[in-house]
């Protein structure tokens, strides 16, 4: 075993705010127990809800990391005890509870993959969270099939543009949404049949004129607030909407009617919360089906930015202004 540091550099939320309440300290390097490896973490993904529990509104959950940092990849350094699949050396990359903004992290073993054959890390650090998220709710949750089509908002977040390509590659027809000319050609780019611009088009008329009147089957929404009732209006009969976030607000009047009549299913799922063995049944999953896309290069990584783990700050000011296209990592080392 590597002789590891006593202590390590990690990006710590210091009270409830702006990107300048990220600050970073020192802390003690933890042993893995039960189950988990301890990785060294070289790259570790930026996600929307790092943004909500810097604000106060996405805590981390009890007994786990109260550090943001939901992906990370790295080498392991260390194995606890149980954990038989990943020895030391091994390139992983792991979906964690929180505490991926550090040199070292702790990772439940069922949640830790093996990095792609030509992935570096810091397109590792970028898939956990988008591909456990993606897949659980558009193809376990939502049921997409192909043939079936999809409409994903926020084409080009880190969420989209795995959905939009992910969909794409299991066969399905692909419309996305987003905020501006270039947004919505990188989203054609990655594979959606349609981009709405939702800043100036309809997004619930451009549904209905591409599927000649008929709605799409699964809608991927992180908006939440009045997109709700026109997801609802946007869907096919027995069409399927699942919700993911509410950046729009999370409570909403819906028209019972209208899913009655279309016998709609709407659904939705935070996976942060999810028991390790369901967040490990869903890596093997992920494991099987989508990261030989990943290697074969038919899913592309798509990454906006990298910034120093030092610079975490700089890196939510990034996510903030809701410009980036693809994911924004930050490099530790």
């Known amino acids: 075993m590597p002789t590891l540091p006593e202590t390590m550099t990690v990006v710590a939320i210091h009270g409830k705010g702006g990107p300048e309440v990220l ?3 020192q802390r003690p390097v933890a042993t893995p127990g039960a189950g988990q490896v301890l990785i060294k973490v070289a790259a570790a993904g930026v996600n929307r809800p790092d943004v909500l529990q ?27 005890e149980g954990a038989a699949r990943f020895r030391i050396g091994d390139g992983v990359m792991a979906l964690l509870n929180g505490g991926g903004y550090a040199e070292f992290a702790l990772a439940d073993e069922a949640a830790v993959l ?12 970028a898939i ?15 049921a997409l099939k192909a043939g079936e089509w999809l409409l994903v908002h926020g084409g080009t977040s880190g969420i989209g543009v795995t959905a939009i390509q992910l969909g794409a590659a299991f066969g399905a027809k692909v419309i996305a949404t987003a905020g501006s000319a270039e947004k919505c050609a990188a989203c054609l780019a990655l594979g959606a049949r349609r981009a709405v611009n939702y800043r100036n088009e309809d997004f619930v008329e451009a549904v209905k004129a591409e599927t000649e009147g008929r709605g799409v089957d699964v809608i991927l929404d992180m908006v939440g607030g009045d997109y709700v009732d026109c997801n609802i209006r946007s869907l096919a009969d027995d069409g399927r909407l699942v919700n993911i976030g509410y950046q729009a607000g999370s409570k909403v009047t819906v028209d019972m009617m209208r899913v009655m009549l279309k ?29 030989p896309l990943v290697a074969a290069g038919k899913v592309k ?25 693809g994911k924004i990592v930050l490099t530790v080392g």
């Open 23 to 25: 600050v970073a300290e």
């Open 54 to 80: 810097r604000k106060g509104l996405y805590p981390a959950p009890k007994g786990h990391s109260e550090l943001p940092g939901l992906e990370v990849a790295g080498t392991v350094v260390a194995v606890g």
């Open 114 to 125: 093996p990095v792609p054959d030509g992935v570096s890390m810091i397109e590792a650090a």
């Open 128 to 142: 956990p969270e988008t591909f456990f998220t993606v897949w659980h709710n558009v193809f376990e949750r939502g």
């Open 263 to 291: 016998r709609l299913t709407l659904t939705g799922s935070t996976l942060r919360i999810r028991p390790t063995a369901v967040k490990g049944g869903i890596a093997r999953v992920v494991e099987a089906h989508t990261l």
């Open 301 to 325: 990584i798509v990454i906006d930015s990298t910034f120093p783990l030092a610079d975490a700050a700089a890196a939510h000011a990034r996510m903030e202004t809701s410009q980036h296209i």
